[in-house]
């Protein structure tokens, strides 16, 4: 890299990951912190493997992350070796544990100051980018204190401002927001809307003056420079995965992520000299629920947008060389191996075929009723066109068709499995697993990331690279309810993932 660096900036960050620092920083700095939701060392495995066998690169050749990578991150929560989101995107944006489920909230249940609510107290421009539901577990956790990941009604309240007495600007601390989820900015009167009351959160948001969006094509004609604050959700729940997205309908990741740095770029610089810069959480969220599913072709093109995510990035420090990007995962998800016994060997081409998710071909099988029919559907349909398997055996036919049977859970990971079975491919589990994941870091002060560190000590990193004081927005939250009013905890989505 030809950046020319400034020793007492790399000497400034070395002493932060030791908690030296104290909460000064001079000149203006931008934050891009990326989280690879799910996204293991053996995931990038994956995709560099089927890349250099698909594009026929030499065997030596390294993705856009292999090239930034600095250490690992280790990804225990406070209750259990094994985390879930909340309390792991907890730790990076409270630097402190907390225990499975806690969203913005210490280990003894009390709401914690994030390093994005500092961030916005201190004069920075802020913005959360997801595939998920914007209310989703990693970046609720930037943005709102809950005791339940689940309590996405009060989530997305919080995300607004709205019973954050503590905010600073009367709106919120969040000044741009690109994911999925209007359904809880939605009433539960209205058809698409999925709270549990009437409480009409996109109408809030644009009575606060966020410019509201939830289409492609007001994306579209969104200025690179237009003024903030932002909203723009763009599904119901969730984005697509990158295999089944259709760019009529839905930006990618990479898409989402080019225009929110020009957007909050353009907000740091037309303001006063002394102005701060930005911090931005950007989520590849999809790459862990497609883990959970075990279904390793569309988990592997979710990573490969979050490559070309990372080259956005990269690009855009190139030309804004006081920005620091970095980038970890929260956990492990599905416990992926390349390789199952008997073989020393896997085979990626059996990846490139597939067309669809096993989403998306789930909830067209659990269409059918006709065992006959939905038979005749996977060896004619699913099989060669959906998975590109032309000579699918009897066998692998009854394995989806029978899945279905248990439900829509064991449909997607018998589609997913089918496809790994050919391929090679290997899964431990469902859920996550406690396995440390990659660190990556680039820009301005990257130097002083290095080695294996504990999830809060990356959060301590991001708070101390940009002189902010999470203790004092910790104490700001003190009288802070974190619970969601009449919240049931059995009322959580459908087939969801954490």
Not at 370 to 390: K, T
Not at 409 to 429: D, E, L, Q
Request: with cysteine.
């Amino acid at each position: 890299m030809a950046h020319k660096w400034n020793i007492f900036a790399i000497l400034l960050c070395a002493l932060a990951v030791n908690g030296q620092t104290s909460a000064k920083t001079s000149g203006p700095r931008n934050l891009i912190f990326m989280i690879s939701d799910g996204f293991g060392v053996a995931s990038e495995a994956l995709a560099r493997s089927y890349t250099q066998q698909t594009t026929g690169y030499p065997s030596n050749w390294g993705s856009v992350l292999d090239n930034i990578l600095v250490g690992l991150t280790r990804t225990r929560s406070n209750d259990t070796l094994v985390t879930d989101s909340a309390a792991g995107a907890t730790a990076f944006s409270c630097a402190q544990k907390s225990f499975n489920g806690g969203i913005g909230i210490s280990a003894d249940g009390r709401p914690c100051g994030t390093v994005l609510e500092a961030a916005k107290r201190k004069g920075y421009v802020t913005g959360l980018v997801t595939t998920a539901r914007i209310s989703h577990a990693t970046p609720a956790a930037f943005a709102a204190h809950a005791a339940d990941r689940n309590m996405e009604d009060l989530i997305a309240q919080q995300m607004l401002g709205i019973g954050l007495n503590s905010s600073a600007n009367g709106r919120g601390s969040v000044d741009l927001m690109f994911g999925g989820g209007q359904c809880y900015f939605l009433p539960k009167s209205n058809k698409a809307g999925c709270r549990s009351d009437n409480a009409n959160l996109w109408q809030a948001a644009q009575s606060q003056g966020f410019t509201a969006l939830n289409n492609r094509q007001q994306f579209d004609s969104l200025a690179f420079n237009a003024s903030l604050p932002v909203l723009a959700l763009f599904a119901p729940s969730h984005m697509a995965y990158e295999i089944d997205r259709n760019p009529a309908e839905q930006p990618s990741l990479s898409e989402m992520t080019a225009k929110a740095l020009s957007l909050l770029r353009s907000a740091s610089v037309n303001v006063p000299a002394d102005h701060p810069g930005f911090m931005v959480m950007i989520e590849g969220a999809r790459i862990d629920m497609a883990g959970h599913d075990n279904d390793p072709a569309t988990h592997l093109h979710d990573i490969l947008e979050y490559w070309k995510t990372i080259n956005v990035v990269r690009n855009f420090i190139s030309l804004n060389p006081s920005t620091l990007l970095v980038s970890t995962s929260d956990h492990e998800t599905g416990g992926l191996t390349l390789g199952v016994e008997p073989e020393y060997a896997w085979y990626p081409s059996v990846l490139k075929p597939v067309q669809r998710s096993a989403e998306v071909i789930c909830k067209e099988l659990h269409r059918m009723t006709d065992r006959a029919q939905l038979d005749r559907h996977i060896a004619e349909v699913v099989m060669p066109q959906y998975l590109g398997i032309p000579d699918g055996s009897a066998a692998e036919v009854s394995t989806v068709s029978e899945a279905i049977q248990s439900g829509f859970k064991a449909c997607k990971r018998a589609v997913g499995h089918v496809i790994s079975a050919r391929a090679r491919i290997g899964w431990t589990t469902s859920g996550h697993t406690g396995a440390d994941v990659g660190l990556y870091a680039y820009g301005s002060g990257s130097e002083a990331m290095r080695g294996s560190m504990d999830n809060t000590q990356v959060g301590g990193f991001l708070a101390s690279y940009l002189g902010v004081d999470l203790d004092s927005v910790t104490r700001e939250l003190a009288n802070l309810s974190t619970f969601q009013k009449d919240f049931e905890k059995k009322r959580r989505h459908k087939h969801e993932h954490s």
